[in-house]
Structures are given as structure tokens and as C-alpha cells.
């Protein structure tokens, strides 16, 4: 007889074998469901996930984006009006010449950005 795999008796008197290596088996068949479902989660909802994560950042980032967009045009704005102040033929705190060279600005920028587009 193998050393390990003595008949141990049971409670009505019958014996029975055992073996050691299928003394684990409840691990082994956790250890593989969990494998499994594991597999099938990443697989199916780790996809959703990464998805959904780099929707939300990149919403957030544009949001912030727009924000400081925003913020940057009011200090140029701003920038400029205090500029255009020195000026001796335009009285302090006058905006008309500030809004002026920035409507130049953009109008700029904007053609040089229409000359560039295909078609």
C-alpha cells in the first residue's frame, strides 16, 4: 500500500481511500472560478471602465480648458486696456482701442487659420 493512502474507517464501518492531493480541492476549484470570473470581468467591464475614465478626464480637462480660456482673455483684456491708457490720445480706463487691436488679433489669427484648411 502507498505510504498516505491508508483505508480510514468510517462512521457505518466501510472504509474508504483518500488521497492527499485531493485533499485541496475546494482551493484549487476557488482558486479557479476566481481565475475565471476574473477573466471575464476584465474582459467585459474592464474596457467599460477605461472608457468611461477617459471620457470623464477628458470632459474635465476641456471644462478646465474653457476656464482658463476664458481667465487668460479677461487679463489680456484687462492687460490691454491698462496699455492703451498711455497712449495720449485715449483717455484712462477706455476699452474701444484694447477691443480693437484684439478684434485685430483674432481676425488675424483667423485668417491665417482659414488659408491653412483643406478643400
Known sequence: MI???EPI????GASRMTDTVD???PAKVTATVVHYVGTVRDA???KA???SRTAVYALAMVLIGLVLAVLLLVILIRLLVTVTGYLPFVEAG???LAYYLLGGIFVIAGAILWSKKEG
Not at 9 to 12: L, S, V
Request: proline letters at 11%.
Open 23 to 25: 485533499d485541496d480541492w
Open 44 to 46: 467585459t467591464t474592464g
Open 3 to 5: 505510504p498516505g493512502n
Open 94 to 96: 477706455e476699452t474701444w
Open 9 to 12: 474507517p468510517d462512521t457505518a
Open 49 to 51: 471602465l477605461v472608457a
